[in-house]
């Protein structure tokens, strides 16, 4: 059976000239960069132009960029070095729809005596701009808010927040660990003081990933050790994820435009279709601005968990929310901020499309879904009793 991949804000797969240019790193360059040798210095040189392709990408300076281990160590580098910049500033601004890579270090700091401001979003998904601006306080060590969410694709105004920040002197960081090839980034024209990206989501390696730091902003470093990245991340550098990184971005910088609206059309093809096949079913997120690769739908009176169990059944692979949350029975915090009521949270599938998704692979969707809908409604009590309770109207 083939598969039909549709969760690639879980992850994505690596594009085979990403691979190419990693190969050599794995088997013939295995110096160590920080080596005296010319061996290690090769690879030393060739980590130089990854750091490039990153910076093009999102319009930095080389040193300006952060190699870590992915978005997690990237967010919690990024928090940590605010407040260890400003021990005297106990106040956190962040939203109550983050990932928990910044959630649960938040968590952490509440019961260290920290204070959180989890800024609220509407039923569209859109982040209360009011909120933010008031909870900007003389003892905020920083703000830091997602780009663009993992689940329902809804993108805040990050550059607005970073700017208002910004006014206030308070340092503003961003997860854009979904947006960076989905949406433009361009750093230069920006008041963003901190960014984290991560290699997985946009077809490079898994265990990569960038803390994009703006020149002149004091750094405090999460992991000490050696004097890799100018002293400000220790360990041996990652060599065939670095070069995976930099080639991912590149071409993303030259790709990822034309890309997009191709993902976008099959994406809307999928909603469009579903949304008039299949009743009781709504789309999260779907007034807002969104990612172009993003379908987060609700399907009443069923369990999100069993939709996907009947998807793998036919090869097709999705999601009911973060990677980083399933196993957990709980519904997905994004939905219930959006105020949707826990059962109908529950009932919510995310597909999330790249640009290896096809016509054909949308078209089995389409057919296949409605009718895995239609079944676990028919074993459903609270479907009969809502149907029993309309025929009796
Ligand atoms: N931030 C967001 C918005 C994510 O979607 C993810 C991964 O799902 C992460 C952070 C964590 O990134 P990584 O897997 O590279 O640690």
């Not at 083939?2 to 088997?27: G, Q, S």
């Not at 204070?115 to 509407?122: A, L």
Request: hydrophobic share 35%.
């Amino acid at each position: 059976m083939k598969t039909i991949y549709m969760d690639n804000n879980a992850t994505t797969r690596v594009v085979p000239e990403v691979l190419e240019a990693m190969l050599p790193y794995l088997h013939d360059f295995y110096g160590n960069p920080s080596s005296a040798h010319s061996f290690g210095g090769e690879v030393a040189q060739k980590i130089t132009e990854a750091r490039e392709q990153v910076d093009h990408f999102l319009g930095a300076d080389p040193e300006e960029i952060i190699f870590t281990s992915g978005g997690t160590e990237s967010d919690n580098a990024a928090i940590q070095s605010a407040l260890a910049n400003h021990p005297e500033k106990r106040h956190i601004v962040t939203s109550r729809v983050e990932h928990p890579a910044d959630r649960a270090l938040c968590r952490r700091l509440l019961t260290q005596g920290y204070r959180i401001s989890e800024i609220p979003v509407n039923a569209a998904g859109d982040l209360d701009m009011a909120s933010y601006q008031e909870n900007l306080t003389p003892d905020t060590a920083i703000a830091s808010l997602m780009w663009a969410n993992n689940e329902t694709g809804v993108i805040f105004p990050v550059e607005e927040a970073a700017t208002l920040a910004r006014e206030k002197g308070i340092p503003f960081h961003t997860d854009a660990v979904q947006t960076a090839g989905k949406i433009p980034i361009n750093l230069k024209s920006s008041g963003i003081q901190m960014l984290s990206l991560s290699g997985h989501k946009l077809h490079g390696p898994k265990g990569i990933g960038v803390l994009y730091v703006r020149k002149r902003t004091k750094f405090v470093p999460l992991i000490v050790g050696g004097h890799q990245e100018r002293n400000r991340r220790a360990g041996t550098e990652n060599t065939p994820g670095i070069i995976g990184l930099g080639k991912a971005c590149e071409l993303a910088a030259n790709r990822a435009a034309e890309e997009n609206a191709r993902v976008r059309e099959l994406r809307d093809r999928l909603e469009l279709s579903i949304l008039s096949g299949v009743p009781y079913t709504r789309v999260n997120g779907g007034e807002a601005s969104r990612l172009p690769n993003t379908s987060n739908m609700s399907f009443e009176y069923v369990e999100g968990e069993a939709i996907l169990l009947y998807l793998d059944e036919f090869g097709i692979c999705a999601s009911t929310g973060s990677a980083c949350s399933s196993g957990s029975l709980e519904p997905s915090h994004v939905l219930l901020s959006m105020g949707i009521p826990p059962a109908t949270a529950q009932g919510s599938v995310r597909f999330s499309l790249s640009v290896y998704n096809t016509r054909e692979e949308i078209d089995t969707v389409i057919e296949t879904l409605p009718g895995i809908i239609n079944k676990l409604r028919g074993i459903s009590p609270l479907w009969s009793a809502m149907r029993g309770a309309r025929l009796a109207n």
